[in-house]
């Protein structure tokens, strides 16, 4: 058997869609129902964030930052580390109230640790802005740990920086004292001194200049270099004055060093009284260098789980998952959905499309599943006899019979057509059913035989007793003319009365049902009693139908099929395999059954390709 080779086009693609609609509605439909319920079930998660700046700020009391080499970046990035810390959680959380000094060791650090996983600091690009966000179930506590978290840095801030200033304070003012103490004695040496050699003070005075010269020149080396002409000329100063020093008496060099050590000592003395006031001023300021932008406020919304955002992203889900689902289960599909590959799979023509119908009144399609007997009247409602005259509906089935008609080179003007399938529900009864109403609807006198031994429904389709049939004629118990049911019985039975009166040519049509059922139905069949009693109705009427059971699982098609002039093959688009079906034809052609084609029934618009214009017409010509 040759495999079929069929590419698929964006057209394909798209009716693989429309008819797997459902698997993808239903994937969506799933997705989007666990992710409401995965959103539902998730606590909600509130967030809310206050803006710190942060300023440069003299750590040494009477030094610039400058002079320290501040870097703002690296500045930024440390106090982040610092808001992030465990020291700062602790003083939240015992702002807070959360923890006191009684709280033990253990819950005191469970505490912390919780906070600290709430609080997340980051800098804000470009700038010396920190963020303080807090993260919580509780709307209200997230907006008390960032504003507290913010207070409680800016707080340690001005701590730390007081007891800098207050130990350089210390510090000073011990090493104060001891220059006081320096200088004090100094003033006494040289005052003993002074007392006990009389001396001109020339030394003195040169050691005074000398101190002086040292001092400008030391000033002058922080931005000059040896070489500059001013370190130059003071260093020769400086070499002078150093050789007048050593020129003169025992005395006067004696009272020039007394008289430098004090100099020098004033000069260290009033350096640290200097500092010191300063100090002072630095500890009593409390100097802030951390300033609160924007306090964080309760927030309204949850920030997890995001509704919108996870509902769109399970519709994606859905969407994706259901074309996979689609595209797999028709890939598994081994029905035929084309015409083309039922005519290459058979090698048989397609005679016949037979559209979708939906029942005109809503309340079949709610009562189908409720009881068999609404079942058996929505079926009815999908008689031609329920639909106008100009339906494209009635049409398919004059174009099913023209088609049959001119299938073979010789043209009968009367016959039997027999209808059979491969397999159950492929709606070949039905099929048959209207076939010969709109047969007798053109005016062709034409009797429909319900040969489906093995489960007859027609009969309760028309409110018709199914006894006796056409089993009681081939048995010899009743004449044709005994079974065969007219436009009369019809309006005794289940046919609306406004249906038959307004139906033209409704009176060319007969209807001969089974009968009763026999023990031995293939023995019954292959007698020459069918044959003689399918002769007569032959002769009698223009055209002969015959709905039998599925070829596949009963002979009856098979044995019946010798009698009959044309043979047409029912199939239902995804109802049947495709080995199915070629199972069927072939067992139909293996008896040397006139097989005309195939008919395709319950045709949807996805099944159909765009090119043969079907369902545009039956649209258009519905309006």
């Known amino acids: 058997m040759s495999t079929i080779k069929y590419e698929l086009n964006l057209y394909d693609y798209w009716r693989i869609i429309k008819r797997r609609r459902f698997v993808i509605f239903s994937s969506i439909a799933f997705c989007l129902l666990f992710t409401w319920i995965y959103t539902n079930l998730q606590t909600p998660i509130y967030q809310a964030t206050a803006v710190v700046k942060i300023e440069p700020s003299l750590i040494v009391p009477g030094i610039s930052t400058e002079m320290l080499g501040w870097d703002m970046l690296n500045a930024v990035n440390t106090e982040v580390k610092i808001i992030n810390s465990a020291v700062i959680a602790e003083r939240t959380a015992l702002k807070l109230g959360l923890i006191t000094d009684f709280t033990d060791e253990t819950t005191k650090q469970s505490i912390i640790t919780s906070i600290q996983s709430k609080i997340k600091a980051e800098r804000v690009a470009d700038s010396n802005l920190v963020k303080i966000t807090a993260i919580s179930s509780n709307k209200e506590e997230t907006a008390k740990l960032a504003n507290a978290t913010a207070e409680v840095y800016i707080e340690k801030g001005i701590e730390d920086r007081t007891k800098r200033a207050r130990e350089l304070r210390e510090f000073i003012e011990k090493q104060l004292k001891d220059a006081e103490k320096n200088l004090k004695e100094s003033e006494e040496k040289l005052r003993e001194f002074t007392e006990k050699n009389k001396t001109t003070g020339v030394g003195g005075q040169l050691a005074i200049e000398l101190v002086t010269l040292q001092t400008k020149k030391n000033e002058l080396l922080k931005t000059y270099t040896e070489r500059h002409p001013e370190v130059v000329a003071l260093t020769q100063k400086i070499k002078f004055i150093e050789q007048q020093l050593t020129k003169l008496p025992k005395e006067e060099l004696e009272y020039a060093r007394l008289t430098r050590d004090l100099k020098l000592n004033e000069e260290l003395y009033t350096l640290l009284a200097k500092r010191y006031k300063e100090a002072q001023i630095s500890e009593a300021d409390r100097v802030q260098t951390a300033f609160i932008v924007t306090p964080a406020t309760v927030p309204n919304t949850p920030v997890k789980p995001n509704f919108v955002s996870n509902m769109s992203l399970g519709g994606v889900i859905g969407v994706i998952l259901g074309l996979i689902f689609a595209f797999v289960i028709e890939h598994l599909d081994t029905s035929i959905a ?180 026999p023990p031995n139905i293939i023995d019954l069949l292959s007698s020459s009693y069918t044959s003689e009693v399918l002769s007569l109705l032959k002769e009698k009427y223009e055209l002969v139908v015959l709905d039998t059971p599925p070829v596949l699982l009963f002979a009856d098609a098979l044995i019946l099929s010798k009698y009959s002039t044309y043979v047409i093959l029912i199939y239902r688009v995804g109802r049947i395999a495709r080995g199915a079906l070629k199972r069927a034809k072939d067992m139909l052609t293996s008896v040397k059954a006139n097989l005309v084609g195939v008919v395709l029934n319950d045709i949807r618009t996805e099944e159909m390709e765009p090119r043969y214009g079907y369902y545009y017409a039956y649209k258009y010509y519905s309006k």
């Open 338 to 517: 084309t015409i083309e590959e039922v005519e290459t799979f058979l090698g048989l023509p397609v005679i016949g499309i037979i559209p979708h119908i939906e029942p005109k009144d809503k309340d079949f399609k709610r009562s189908i599943l409720k009881k068999p007997k609404e079942s058996i009247d929505m079926l009815k409602s999908k008689l031609v006899i329920y639909h106008s005259q100009k339906s494209p509906y009635l049409e398919t089935y004059h174009t099913l019979r023209t088609n049959i008609k001119f299938s073979q080179e010789h043209i009968n003007t009367r016959g039997i057509v027999l209808f059979t399938s491969s397999g159950i529900s492929e709606g070949k009864t039905l099929t048959s059913v209207n076939f010969a109403l709109a047969s007798a609807i053109a005016g062709i006198k034409t009797v429909f035989v319900e040969l489906d031994l093995r489960r007859p429904l027609v009969h309760r389709w028309f409110g018709i007793n199914r006894v006796p049939g056409f089993t009681d004629c081939v048995a010899g118990r009743k004449s044709i003319e005994e079974v065969v049911h007219t436009t009369t019985d019809f309006l005794l039975g289940g046919l609306e009365v406004d249906r038959i009166v307004s139906t033209p040519g409704l009176e060319n049509f007969s209807f001969i049902t089974c009968g009763n059922i």
